[in-house]
């Protein structure tokens, strides 16, 4: 079985452009969790998708927004950049919407702004 | 604030050693907590969890403890072998089922 796909696995934008990362869950799996990982913050809950519907936000700036789709892939849009969003974005995916240890992760966009 | 610390960035432990991770949280409310293992270029995958009604859980090498009254727990991974070396993740779920998670560690399993 295929694990969880990003795209892209590398990006490069300047600020003030927004940015679309893409996320393919396991097969099966309905539940899709956005996550961003800074050096020293760990990871930071962004948000959580279940069945097309938003579950769980974290706290992050309304820059940040998500969508799932019928097929449970998900994306992530940041618009505006700024120079702190400059971080890896990893995505997990699970069975279902509790039991966080089943999650499995993505290997992650590293997105870079200058 | 964070709410879950791990407060050695980086740990370096012969091979065959026992080698302590270490992980402290400020919210009595976590009863959940889980440790993940990350690799470079790839996401962290689940290694041990534990409930706050348990104060150890054991998987072969691994062993987490939880102190709740000290709000801290330790993942004990023995004997170490190279293919430990990795970064550890301390997460604790809250009543959202939503993970808070540490900073990480990095272990180094020296030969």
């Known amino acids: 079985k295929a694990g969880v796909t990003q795209t892209p696995r590398y990006l490069i934008k300047t600020r003030g452009q927004q940015v679309t990362l893409s996320c393919s869950p396991i097969?099966?799996?309905?539940?899709v969790s956005w996550y961003q990982q800074t050096p020293g913050q760990g990871l930071q809950f962004l948000f959580e998708y279940f069945s097309e519907t938003q579950r769980n936000k974290g706290n992050f700036p309304g820059r940040f927004s998500g969508r799932q789709f019928s097929n449970s892939r998900s994306e992530m849009n940041v618009s505006t950049l700024e120079l702190g969003d400059s971080a890896l974005y990893l995505c997990?995916?699970?069975?279902?919407?509790?039991?966080?240890?089943?999650?499995?992760f993505g290997p992650g966009t590293r997105l870079l702004v200058l | 604030d964070q709410q879950v610390k791990q407060n050695s960035p980086s740990l370096s432990v012969q091979e065959g050693r026992i080698s302590i991770l270490n992980c402290d949280y400020t919210?009595?409310?976590?009863?959940?907590f889980l440790w993940y293992k990350k690799y470079p270029a790839e996401g962290p995958t689940f290694l041990i969890s534990i409930s706050s009604i348990k104060d150890k859980n054991e998987d072969g090498r691994f062993t987490v403890f939880l102190n709740k009254s000290a709000k801290h727990l330790s993942l004990h991974i023995v004997p170490s072998q190279p293919g430990d070396s990795a970064v550890y993740f301390c997460a604790a779920m809250d009543s959202n089922y939503q993970l808070i998670w540490g900073a990480g560690t990095k272990l180094i399993i020296k030969p």
């Open positions: 997990a995916s699970s069975l279902t919407e509790i039991l966080q240890e089943t999650q499995y």
């Open positions: 097969s099966g799996h309905r539940s």
């Open positions: 919210n009595s409310m976590f009863d959940y």
